[in-house]
């Protein structure tokens, strides 16, 4: 079995861009190294190249650079670095990271060594901890709703009331269709709230973390007539907030409850799991939630109309605050707000029924937020087309990708190109985002689908509209892009050299007695200061002797 110095293991919550970024830059970092590496990867595909047991006990190191769980307690007792994905984007930020896991003590602190970071606490912080967990919840949840949108999509290409057979543009398929994305996207708070919960408490915390997920979609039954709790009742759900707050309590009850049954004997640990974890954590979250839920729901009407809101403040400041945040981090956390943000907007657009001021706001909004999400990637192409001579071979190919990318709702591809210059790159990124956003909000444009960009075009109201907001952010974008680019290539032109250095004349009575040095004198054992470009050079650095009249007769001087 092959042993490797360095492990790794990368994932992000959608897990299609940083994952395996992140994966390429540890790699090539190690190589420049000299150190073997092996990376697992946690994408949407799931666990790939996946580490074994003698693997991770044969390691001298680990990285975790990761936004969601990816089973770390594998590598307890092995000097590890964990951080976020972002933080291993590029080779460079990849080689400090296995820089100070190599220096890395056992117990996860930094050991002193010169060319290590300044001493920085490998233990994950709070937020990144929550975040981490956060993540985990949104990474199963989004093919839900990616899913269940598209194809709740779909089913109005028959027409926009075509689900309800009372209508006149009745289709029992497209009803099925509607049906299924219905169902799909129904799932999406109880699966967030289940994984939040897996992630900080494993297998045992996915009982509690659906129960709680399903106890925020409905909400505290209560009798109508009565006023009192009744299971036969209705209920008003605190939706997508809820089940954060139920998978986060839903985890830690389980790590509550290990340590309360943590006393039982050994011969009862299925019983624990089979029995009492899911008894009580269930009973445990449940009552919690059920009683919170007024409170909830407060909190979640809030927030849908603070957005709102936002809205009625024009469309200039909900869209320059939409693109600035997907803008931001592409893919990152402050984008990944937005765009949850967005799904949680259509999930109850969709539920309200077409028509309504909440499907209009809600379709609205993720219209906006997927432009938004569009315009990055092509602002690298349209630079590296128009501003061909200012980018290198490989940006070019890269940026020609990031047409395929960007016209498919994958903001990710223009990492790179801000990485390299965060300033004025992630400004400009920001700006043709918050164009495009503004502009769909504007041009009141409908997107029922949470996911595909130009793929779900059919479905989207106000279609051509839609791709010239995206077009004019995105040129907009691009010449700011090439304008900075040609700035900063003629600035490196100018302060390089303007021609080579001219050579000092040689007396031709002292170039023989340099050639015949060059028959003892070896320019491996001369030791100078400075660098040359040749042995000749080097030799003729040298202070000569003054030269003499030489007759035929007289022998050359030595």
């Not at 990867?41 to 990816?70: F, M, P, W, Y």
């Not at 709070?126 to 709703?145: A, E």
């Not at 004349?505 to 660098?531: G, L, S, T």
Request: glycine share 10%.
């Amino acid at each position: 079995m092959a042993k490797f110095d360095i492990i790794a293991a990368t994932g992000c919550p959608t897990g299609i861009a940083h994952t395996f970024m992140a994966k390429e830059a540890l790699e090539k970092a190690a190589a420049e190294r000299g150190l073997t590496i092996k990376v697992e990867t946690h994408g949407q595909v799931g666990v790939e190249n996946e580490l074994t047991k003698s693997e991770i006990a044969g390691a001298k190191a680990v990285v975790v650079a990761a936004d969601k769980d990816v089973q770390a307690e594998r590598f307890a007792g092995k000097p590890m670095v964990s951080v976020g994905v972002s933080k291993a984007l590029s080779v460079e930020a990849a080689g400090k990271l296995i820089d100070r896991a190599l220096a890395a003590k056992s117990d996860g602190t930094v050991a002193a060594a010169a060319d290590v970071e300044d001493e920085v606490e490998e233990k994950e912080s709070i937020g990144h901890v929550i975040y981490k967990h956060l993540m985990n919840g949104v990474s199963h949840m989004l093919v839900f709703v990616v899913a269940g949108g598209v194809l709740t999509a779909v089913s109005f290409l028959w027409g926009i009331t075509s689900f309800d057979s009372t209508a006149s543009d009745y289709n029992s398929f497209a009803a099925m269709l509607k049906i299924i994305g219905g169902i799909a996207m129904n799932l999406m708070v109880p699966v967030l709230s289940a994984y939040i919960a897996e992630s900080i408490g494993k297998r045992p915390a996915l009982v509690p973390g659906f129960v709680a997920g399903m106890i925020a979609i409905q909400g505290l039954p209560v009798n109508a007539e009565t006023g009192m709790i009744d299971a036969g009742g209705a209920g008003v759900g605190f939706g997508f907030l809820g089940g954060i707050v139920g998978g986060f309590l839903a985890g830690y009850v389980i790590l509550l409850l290990e340590k309360v049954f943590a006393g039982l004997p050994k011969n009862l640990d299925g019983l624990k799991a089979i029995f009492l974890y899911p008894l009580f954590s269930t009973a445990i979250v449940g009552l919690v939630m059920l009683g919170i839920s007024g409170p909830m729901a407060a909190i979640n009407t809030a927030m849908m109309d603070f957005l709102k809101g936002l809205s009625a403040s024009g469309a200039v400041v909900l869209g320059l605050a939409i693109g600035c945040m997907c803008a931001f981090d592409m893919g990152g956390p402050v984008n990944k707000a937005a765009y949850v943000t967005g799904t949680a907007m259509l999930t109850e657009a969709l539920a309200a029924g077409v028509g309504t001021d909440t499907y209009n706001f809600g379709t609205n909004f993720m219209a906006a937020v997927s432009a938004a999400c569009i315009v990055p990637p092509l602002i690298t192409t349209f630079a590296v087309v128009v501003g061909k001579k200012y980018f290198s071979q490989e940006d070019h190919d890269a940026g020609i990708v990031n047409l395929i990318l960007g016209c498919t709702h994958i903001t990710e591809g223009a990492i790179p190109f801000m990485t390299k210059n965060i300033w004025p790159v992630m400004p400009i990124m920001m700006l043709g985002s918050s164009i495009a956003s503004i502009l769909t909000i504007m041009f009141n444009v409908h997107d029922p689908a949470p996911h595909g960009g130009f793929l779900v075009l059919p479905v989207v109201e106000n279609g051509p509209l839609w791709v010239l907001a995206i077009l004019i952010g995105a040129v907009v974008g691009g010449i700011l892009f090439v304008a900075f680019k040609k700035y900063d290539f003629e600035k490196n032109q100018k302060a390089a050299p303007a021609a080579k250095p001219v050579e000092a004349p040689k007396a031709a009575a002292v170039e023989a007695p340099k050639a015949e040095a060059a028959d003892f004198v070896k320019v491996e054992n001369v030791f100078v200061a400075e660098d040359f470009a040749s042995r000749d050079e080097a030799l003729s650095s040298f202070p000569t002797r003054p030269s003499r009249p030489v007759s035929p007769a007289t022998p050359t001087p030595s």
